[in-house]
T-cell receptor, first 113, second 118 residues
Framework: QKEVEQDPGPLSVPEGAIVSLNCTYSNSAFQYFMWYRQYSRKGPELLMYTYSSGNKEDGRFTAQVDKSSKYISLFIRDSQPSDSATYLCVMSDRGSTLGRLYFGRGTQLTVWP | DVKVTQSSRYLVKRTGEKVFLECVQDMDHENMFWYRQDPGLGLRLIYFSYDVKMKEKGDIPEGYSVSREKKERFSLILESASTNQTSMYLC?????????????????FGPGTRLTVL
């Protein structure tokens, strides 16, 4: 079993929809949880990061972590065509060798006008 | 802003050729990483480097080697390219990111090199 599981989609929604992206993980040592966004033919870029359980909001984006269920989510409100990208959930335990990251496979999102 | 650059965006090579992929970062980061990204498999770690002349194998090092002679530059070498090494190659540089929860690790990625081996 891969340590980080993520539904690859693809996910296609109309502009203005609320999008929910999710990941599960198996390693209880994971403490830092990140979402990266990757546009087509570009490298991934950090979108949001959270520590332990709870919510974090940044504009239209909300990251949610439930460590008891080993489940993390990214919500996008009022989605825009410019949000069309692949979203990667990423985790770190900080106890591993110098901040190695563990990646989900990515969910491809398309927001159509 | 952190900038990570990769020497080529697109590269086409023949089976058996020696291939060099170059990565440069301008933020004096000690740690650098090479990944490959394939559809359905996501990002997989090939090699990483703690510091100059230091290197560690990732999950899929077979068929690859690396070189870190200068802090800002991390090179990935395919000693004898094969068709199964056709992929997108991504370089990343790591910074410790201070925030209210402590310090977490953020990796900054380059734009990627799409390598095709014929």
């Amino acid at each position: 079993q891969k340590e980080v599981e993520q539904d690859p989609g693809p996910l296609s929604v109309p502009e203005g929809a609320i999008v929910s992206l999710n990941c599960t993980y198996s390693n209880s040592a994971f403490q830092y949880f990140m979402w990266y966004r990757q546009y087509s033919r570009k490298g991934p870029e950090l979108l949001m990061y959270t520590y332990s359980s709870g919510n974090k909001e940044d504009g239209r984006f909300t990251a949610q972590v439930d460590k008891s269920s080993k489940y993390i989510s990214l919500f996008i409100r009022d989605s825009q065509p410019s949000d069309s990208a692949t979203y990667l959930c990423v985790m770190s335990d900080r106890g591993s060798t110098l901040g190695r990251l563990y990646f989900g496979r990515g969910t491809q999102l398309t927001v159509w006008p | 802003d952190v900038k990570v650059t990769q020497s080529s965006r697109y590269l086409v090579k023949r089976t058996g050729e020696k291939v060099f992929l170059e990565c440069v970062q301008d933020m004096d980061h000690e740690n650098m990483f090479w990944y490959r990204q394939d559809p359905g498999l996501g990002l997989r770690l090939i090699y990483f480097s703690y510091d100059v002349k230091m290197k560690e194998k990732g999950d899929i090092p077979e068929g690859y080697s690396v070189s870190r002679e200068k802090k800002e530059r991390f090179s990935l070498i395919l000693e004898s390219a094969s068709t199964n090494q056709t992929s997108m190659y991504l370089c990343a540089s790591r910074a410790g990111h201070r925030w209210e929860g402590g310090i977490t690790d953020t990796q900054y990625f380059g734009p990627g090199t799409r390598l095709t081996v014929l």
